[in-house]
């Protein structure tokens, strides 16, 4: 018989806050022009159907019964960017099957840069100027380098103050037309700063590519003055500066500000107009440093060289949101709730919106989240049954937990999942398996951290993140599966909550 949880234990999901009421504002941001303007159905499909024969760039989506078709181009009109159309297709296809979504709705996509912005009908688009009315996916480079996971090359293994007291940046000539007279007068952003920082030893603004110029006298000009070498700078080099530089070309820089909050070093961001789906989520002089003037990043840097880690705050706050919101769940999470507000946009169709948005908000993990108990050894209880994805153990309840077990029931075989915990004296315990009680009874002793990790076919199906709790009030999370989770100093777990996602 199961030990009976004791009353400190209940609703202790609502002590924790969780990040889907920010996803929420983000998909309110982008939807509520559209909700309060109303959209005539009728009117709108015409539009679609049009701008789908007329423009390249414009693909349609069709979302029906569970599934997501892509209309075809009218033969003769040259196909627009064909990869990233496949990419989105496949994303809302994973999207619609994970969520359950029981809408049926049209959209359109503009598949260029800029993005296509209407003020009469609602057109999506991965980027897009501040103030306009383009509905924002999560932007293809996203998709492309499939959340910024597979290529390790963007794992920065380099801890901040290991890093030198310098910035970086690196990206091609774009952002505007390279002629001479752009160059004298420093009207390019991109080559302005580069000339900006010509010697400085503490920035290193590089510009290897040369595009959009218009003759071969200017391109041969700036490769005299250095620009247009070739010679590129890879990501395990420039993690080795304290400063990752951002500054727009033609449009936002996706992968740059993405890779940059992910690593240890910290993001300077120039002023931009343009937007990504998740920006509006990220606050200056928290996730990132401002920068509006060339001089600010040599006011930056002398700062941290006069008081060594002022800035690895930054650096610190810029990873916890990356760690919330730029993974395939929270993307997954955004874009579905974001085609339900979408939906709700046209008269004619409001009656398919039947769920109510704060009850589909819980869907994902009601529906196709695998079935977990977790057994778990508290400190002066004994023993607990938790199940779901609840905390094991109340935050802020000061005792720890000194051993557990997680056994899933059905979808996931014992060896397909493995637990390892850092014990009370800092070793790491061998890894049990799914069933396997991991620590101790009896002995007083805390668990010191924790890492969770899927192998076999439950790593083809599901991927999982972790959160957890410490005695002294300082919180973790989430954290990628297999990654160990545990605080810069040691202090003993007080409560984790484990959550297993279904990936497509």
């Not at 869907?363 to 695998?370: A, F, H, I, T, V």
């Not at 915990?421 to 101790?440: K, N, P, Q, V, Y």
């Amino acid at each position: 018989m199961r030990p009976t949880k004791p009353n400190i234990y209940a609703n202790v999901a609502n002590s924790y806050p969780d990040v889907d009421m920010t996803i929420r504002s983000w998909c309110l941001k982008e939807a509520t022009y559209w909700r309060r303007r109303g959209v005539d159905l009728t009117s709108a499909l015409e539009k679609f159907r049009n701008l789908n024969e007329t423009r390249p760039s414009i693909t349609l989506f069709e979302i029906k019964d569970g599934q997501v078709t892509m209309t075809p181009k009218p033969g003769g009109l040259r196909e627009g960017p064909v990869l990233r159309a496949r990419l989105y297709h496949e994303f809302l296809r994973k999207t619609v099957k994970a969520f359950s979504l029981d809408i049926n709705i049209t959209m359109a996509v503009d598949l260029d840069d800029g993005g296509l912005a209407l003020d009469d009908f609602p057109i999506f688009s991965f980027q897009k100027l501040a103030e306009t009315n383009a509905i924002l996916l999560p932007d293809v480079d996203f998709l492309d380098w499939k959340f910024y996971t597979a290529n390790p090359d963007h794992i920065d293994p380099i801890p901040y103050d290991k890093k030198i007291d310098s910035a970086i940046f690196v990206g091609a000539s774009s952002g505007g037309y390279v002629t001479r007279e752009a160059i004298e007068l420093r009207s390019h952003p991109r080559l302005r700063s580069a000339m900006f920082f010509a010697g400085n030893a503490k920035v290193n603004f590089l510009i290897p590519v040369v595009v959009q110029y218009d003759a071969e006298e200017t391109k041969e000009l700036l490769r005299n003055m250095g620009i247009g070498t070739g010679n590129r700078v890879e990501w395990p080099e420039q993690f080795r500066h304290k400063f990752l530089i951002s500054m727009d070309g033609n449009g936002a820089t996706c992968s740059r500000v993405a890779i940059s909050l992910k690593s240890n070093s910290v993001l300077l961001k120039y002023k931009s107009p343009h937007q990504l789906y998740y920006f509006s989520g990220l606050i200056p002089w928290l996730h990132f440093v401002p920068i509006e003037h060339d001089s600010d990043i040599i006011s930056v840097i002398e700062l941290e060289e006069k008081c060594p880690g002022y800035f690895r705050m930054f650096a610190h706050e810029g990873q916890n949101f990356a760690r919330n919101y730029l993974g395939r769940y929270p993307s997954m999470k955004y874009t579905a709730l974001l085609l339900r507000m979408y939906a709700s946009c046209f008269e004619d169709a409001k009656e398919l919106t039947t769920k109510a948005e704060d009850d589909f908000i819980d869907l994902y993990r009601q529906d196709n989240s695998p079935e977990i108990d977790i057994l778990a050894h508290v400190q002066n209880s004994g023993d607990i049954w938790c199940s779901g994805d609840s905390w094991v153990n109340a935050p802020g309840s000061k005792i720890w937990l000194e051993g557990f077990a997680i056994e899933p029931r059905g979808s996931i075989q014992k060896f397909d999942l493995r637990y390892q915990t850092i014990a009370a004296d800092g070793s790491l315990t061998d890894w049990s398996h799914a069933g396997e009680f991991c620590g101790t009874r009896g002995k007083n002793l805390p668990l010191m951290g924790l890492r969770i990790e899927l192998l076999g076919n439950a790593a083809v199906q599901f991927d999982c993140e972790y959160y957890a709790h410490f005695v002294d009030g300082s919180e973790i999370g989430p954290v990628r599966m297999g990654e160990l989770c545990k605080p810069p100093k040691p202090v003993p777990l007080e409560a984790f909550r484990l959550v297993m996602m279904l990936i497509g």
